[in-house]
């Protein structure tokens, strides 16, 4: 079964950086969309970020300028630059690959905590 891992999570200072990734165990053909989800704590989950096979991008206003998403179609990997993180950018953070056939994989989750 295929499973997506994330990696680069962690606790950082307002206003710093982290880089997550997002990668397949195995092959998935027909990828269509990658992106980024996360859920506060105590909040439902939101969209952050999608790219779409073609290379076009969506953002959630409260990261647009500071949040880059970005894909390695090859490795099946998704990546997300966050920077100037904010406290309200505490959240876990969850990869979701979708296929054009509408299956949709997610990550486990990884932990993002901004606080000085």
């Known amino acids: 079964q295929v499973q997506l891992v994330e990696s680069g999570g962690g606790l950082v200072q307002p206003g710093g950086s982290l880089r997550l990734s997002c990668a397949a165990s195995?092959?998935?053909?027909?990828?269509?969309?990658m992106g980024w989800y996360r859920q506060p704590p105590g909040k439902q989950r939101e969209l952050v970020a999608t790219v779409t096979s073609g290379g076009s991008t969506t953002y959630a206003d409260s990261v647009k300028g500071r949040f880059t998403i970005s894909r390695a179609n090859d490795k099946n990997t998704v990546y997300l630059q966050m920077s100037s993180l904010k406290p309200e950018d505490t959240a876990v953070y969850y990869c979701n690959f979708r296929t054009v056939e509408n299956f949709v994989f997610w990550g486990q989750g990884t932990q993002v905590t901004v606080s000085s």
């Open positions: 195995a092959s998935i053909f027909s990828i269509d969309a």
